[in-house]
C-alpha cells in the first residue's frame, strides 16, 4: 500500500504511506529496509528525471514528512514506556540488546538459505526466473532498478543481525512475489516450451499434480507426524491437580498454552536459558534455573540431555513418559 501511494507525487499521500511503514516497523524492524529501498530509488529517479527538482521544497517536503510520519509510532511507543518506569526493559531489550544479538554466520550458509527459500517456493520461483531472464528483456529501465534496489535492501536487513535463520528469507516474498506476477503480465512474451506447459490440458495436468504433491506432503508432516507436544499434554492432563505447576526446561512451549498454565520463569522460549543466547541477554542461567526448581514443579519435560537439570532434579522426580525413542521425557515429582 505505501508503494502505491508513494507513486502518487503528492505531500499527503508520502505521509500517509510513510505513518504506515512506522506502524508495520513497529511490529518488525526490517520495514525499515523497505522505506529506504523506496526513498532511495524515488529520490535518484527524480533527480535523473529533473536535476532541478532539488531546489524545490516540495521535493523535500515529501522525503522529511514522509520520514516524520514514519518516526511517529515509534516515538509514541517509546514515549508511553517512558512515562510508565524509565529504566523499562523495553529500553533494554530495544536499544542495548541488538548490539549483543549478533553471531559469524558463513556466506556458505547465506549461500543455502537463499537456496532453500528458492527450493521452497517453487513454482512461483519458477515464474520469477522466467521473468528475470526473459529474452525479450521485460524488465526495462526503471522497472529493473526498483527491484534491484529493493532486493539488495532487503539481504542487508537479513545479513545485518548475523544470524542464520532461515525465516528471516521470508521478507523477500513481497518483491520477488510481484517480480513473479509479471510472468502472467500481457506483454510478456513467453517461449514454446513454456507456453506448452502453462497452456491448456497440459499446464492444467501439471498444475494438479504440484498441488496434488504438496498436499500429499503436507498431510505427511501435518496430520500423520506423531504431534508429541499434545501427547505431553495429555498425559500431564491426566494426572495435574489443581494447583500444581509445569516446567517445559528445553522443550516446546507450546505445551504452557495447551495446558493454559503459566511458566514459573519469565525466559518462557528455551533457547533463552539452554542456548548461547543467554550471553546476549545476560541471564545468569545458574541463578535462573535455581530458582526455578526451588518452586519444586510437579511435571518437568526434557527434550534430550540436559546436566544442569537432571543435576537440579536431586533424584526426587521420576520419568512418567518417554516418546520419541526416549528423546523427550516427562518427569513428576516424586
Excluded at 537456496?115 to 515464474?127: C, H, N, Q, T, V
Aim: charged residues 20%; hydrophobic residues 50%.
Amino acid at each position: 500500500s505505501t508503494l502505491l501511494l508513494f507513486m502518487q507525487p503528492n505531500l499527503k499521500s508520502w505521509i500517509m504511506g510513510g505513518l504506515i511503514m512506522g506502524i508495520g516497523f513497529i511490529i518488525k524492524y526490517l520495514v525499515l529496509f523497505d522505506l529506504l529501498a523506496f526513498f532511495l530509488f524515488f529520490f535518484i529517479t527524480e533527480i535523473i528525471r529533473d536535476g532541478k527538482v532539488l531546489q524545490r521544497a516540495q521535493f523535500w517536503g515529501r522525503y522529511i514528512f514522509a520520514g516524520l510520519a514514519f518516526l511517529l509510532p515509534f516515538a509514541i511507543l517509546n514515549l508511553w514506556f517512558w512515562i510508565d518506569d524509565p529504566v523499562h526493559d523495553f529500553f533494554y531489550v530495544t536499544y542495548k540488546l541488538p548490539g549483543n544479538y549478533g553471531s559469524n554466520p558463513s556466506i556458505k550458509r547465506y549461500g543455502i538459505m537463499l537456496a532453500d527459500f528458492i527450493g521452497k517456493f517453487l513454482p512461483i520461483s519458477f515464474f520469477l526466473f522466467s521473468v528475470i531472464f526473459n529474452r525479450n528483456n521485460f524488465l526495462r529501465g526503471n522497472l529493473k532498478w526498483f527491484f534491484v534496489v529493493w532486493v539488495f535492501s532487503i539481504l542487508i536487513a537479513i545479513y545485518l543481525p548475523g544470524k542464520e535463520f532461515s525465516h528471516y528469507t521470508i521478507q523477500l516474498m513481497l518483491p520477488l512475489s510481484l517480480l513473479a506476477g509479471l510472468f502472467f503480465h500481457p506483454e510478456l512474451r513467453k517461449n514454446k516450451n513454456t507456453m506448452l506447459v502453462f497452456s491448456g490440458k497440459t499446464g492444467l495436468a501439471m498444475l494438479v499434480a504440484v498441488v496434488a504433491v504438496i498436499q500429499a506432503i503436507s498431510y505427511k508432516n501435518e496430520v500423520l507426524k506423531a504431534d508429541y507436544p499434545k501427547e505431553i499434554a495429555a498425559a500431564i492432563q491426566q494426572e495435574l491437580d489443581t494447583g500444581e505447576d509445569v516446567y517445559v526446561a528445553n522443550y516446546e512451549q507450546i505445551v504452557y498454552y495447551l495446558l493454559d498454565l503459566d511458566s514459573p520463569t519469565k525466559y518462557i522460549h528455551p533457547n533463552l536459558l539452554f542456548t548461547e543466547t543467554h550471553k546476549a541477554f545476560k541471564i545468569n542461567v545458574d541463578r535462573e534455573l535455581s530458582c526455578i526448581m526451588d518452586t519444586k514443579p510437579d511435571f518437568i519435560i526434557l527434550e534430550k540431555e540436559n546436566v544442569q537439570i537432571i543435576r537440579l532434579m536431586g533424584g526426587k522426580y521420576q520419568i512418567m513418559k518417554a516418546m520419541n525413542q526416549g528423546k523427550i521425557r516427562l518427569y513428576r515429582l516424586i
